[in-house]
């Protein structure tokens, strides 16, 4: 009998070769059964984000998640021992200096995170090459960087202006030059977007940045409808996990 020939397990230096070769298909997961149901899907890389706050704890902001959120998640997605990377946020605060990235990038790895993320380029370099030197694969994160949005005030599009284009093709060449496996780039003019994929050897993986990155990331959640009070614009929802589920709700309500 011929057995079914598992896939194999995805690492980082494997996305990064996909680089022009296919495209980056990213999915947020927060927990066991979605972890689990995204890997047999296919998806070959697993974000927990610190969206996580907003989508599932009901903050307003990411800048509310802790480090012990992030542990308890991404333990969670880890029990699906997905052959999907699993890669995990650094949360809002985690990384001022070089060591606190280190200490709490090493916190994620023994939770169950085989990469780490954060958001920025050139401002938190000493922190990124500090994370690659510990020997733990980086994902960066460059555009809109919603940790920001206190200071900012808003979600705001990155990419507009001569300034912004250039800084982030700087970022960007930081980025991969300390190391870095992709890049998220989130809310970027598509232009930009796609000089930036032209520009860097690392794959780029878009969230609301256009159709010409590397690949795309989403929410899960913002994907099947499960949190409906907010969606994205860049978002079209494919299922509307969460009508469904109230109408079977009601239905069980006035029959059991
Ligand atoms: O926190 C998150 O889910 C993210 C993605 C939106 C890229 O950073």
Not at 64 to 82: C, K, L, N, S, Y
Not at 124 to 131: E, G, L, T, Y
Not at 145 to 161: D, F, M, N, S, W
Request: contains cysteine; neutral net charge.
């Amino acid at each position: 009998m011929v057995g079914r020939v598992s896939p194999p397990k995805i690492t980082p230096e494997m996305i990064r070769s996909w680089k022009g070769q296919r495209r980056i298909c990213a999915l947020t997961a927060y927990d066991y059964p979605t972890a689990k149901l995204l890997d047999e899907a296919g998806v070959p890389l697993l974000l927990v984000g610190d969206s996580l706050g907003t989508v599932v704890l009901g903050h307003p902001d990411t800048t509310f998640v802790t480090m012990a959120d992030m542990e308890h998640h991404v333990r969670a997605a880890a029990r699906a021992r997905p052959m999907a990377l699993l890669a995990a946020d650094l949360p809002h605060l985690s990384y001022r200096s070089p060591e606190e990235a280190v200490a709490n990038a090493r916190r994620l790895v023994a939770a169950g995170a085989e990469a780490v993320k954060a958001e920025g380029g050139r401002a938190i370099s000493a922190q990124v090459r500090a994370i690659l030197a510990a020997g733990i694969p980086y994902l960066g994160h460059l555009g809109m960087l919603p940790q920001h949005v206190r200071e900012e005030g808003a979600y705001r599009i990155k990419g507009r202006t001569e300034a912004e284009r250039l800084g982030l093709l700087a970022d960007a060449d930081e980025l991969a030059a300390a190391g870095a496996f992709a890049i998220v780039l989130e809310l970027v003019t598509p232009p930009v977007a796609q000089e930036i994929t032209a520009h860097v050897p690392i794959p780029t993986i878009g969230i609301g940045s256009g159709p010409l990155c590397d690949g795309q990331i989403l929410v899960t959640n913002d994907l099947v409808g499960t949190f409906p009070w907010f969606t994205p614009r860049h978002v079209k929802p494919r299922l509307n996990a969460f009508a469904q589920m109230r109408a079977v709700i009601e239905e069980w309500l006035h029959s059991a």
